[in-house]
T-cell receptor, first 113, second 115 residues
Framework: EADIYQTPRYLVIGTGKKITLECSQT?????MYWYQQDPGMELHLIHY???????EKGDLSSESTVSRIRTEHFPLTLESARPSHTSQYLC????????????FGNGTRLTVT | AQKVTQAQTEISVVEKEDVTLDCVYE???????LFWYKQPPSGELVFLIR??????QNEISGRYSWNFQKSTSSFNFTITASQVVDSAVYFC????????????FGGGTRVLVKP
């Protein structure tokens, strides 16, 4: 069973602040992903990484940025938070083959006031 | 483009009733994988099952069963004798080489099982 951790679990922050959502996994998975989940439940891929120093934007345009300096760590940063960024952010990881299931963290619920 | 559609947004049943969740997908690839995930109120998505496009054998696992029909591009999921703990959002998802191996999720179906 994959261990993948997201912090913080909940975050309420004012407009204009810079924030970083942390995601770490201990399984040595090459692939990592960030999904944004609307209040209406839909999941949208916003960033993914196939390995160290590899990051790509997902299907949904996002003002956030990511980095992958270490295999186990895939943080997401918002330089200037806005109310439109209010959402749940889910991090996931998987082994390299495309038929591998994703293992998800518990998510970070972000509220920007 | 690949797409996954879950037409039912919410299903409410009384405990012990059966629940069937519909999933229809679109992809250009001939080789692809289909998944079902469960998202309980705690928030994390839990992997339930994976099926490849060449394996149309339906499966039963405890109270869960899956019906994959390639001819209708459907991958339906049934919970038999539902329990309150089955209350969650269920997501169908698709992965194929055409989409760069990224997972595409359906909109989810919220299942509410009442005691």
């Amino acid at each position: 069973e994959a261990d993948i951790y997201q912090t913080p679990r909940y975050l309420v922050i004012g407009t204009g602040k810079k924030i970083t959502l942390e995601c770490s996994q201990t399984m040595g998975h090459d692939k990592m992903y960030w999904y944004q989940q609307d209040p209406g439940m839909e999941l949208h891929l916003i960033h993914y990484s196939y390995g160290v120093n590899s990051t790509e934007k997902g299907d949904l345009s996002s003002e956030s940025t990511v980095s992958r300096i270490r295999t186990e760590h895939f943080p997401l940063t918002l330089e200037s938070a806005r109310p439109s960024h209010t959402s749940q952010y889910l991090c996931a990881s998987s082994v390299s083959s495309y038929n591998s299931p994703l293992h998800f963290g518990n998510g970070t619920r972000l509220t920007v006031t | 483009a690949q797409k996954v559609t879950q037409a039912q947004t919410e299903i409410s049943v009384v405990e012990k009733e059966d629940v069937t969740l519909d999933c229809v997908y679109e992809t250009r690839d001939t080789t692809y994988y289909l998944f079902w995930y469960k998202q309980p109120p705690s928030g994390e998505l839990v992997f339930l099952i994976r099926r490849n496009s060449f394996d149309e054998q339906n499966e039963i696992s405890g109270r869960y069963s899956w019906n994959f029909q390639k001819s209708t591009s459907s991958f339906n999921f049934t919970i038999t004798a539902s329990q309150v703990v089955d209350s969650a959002v269920y997501f169908c998802a698709l992965s194929s080489g055409y989409a760069g191996n990224k997972l595409t999720f359906g909109g989810g179906t919220r299942v509410l099982v009442k005691p």
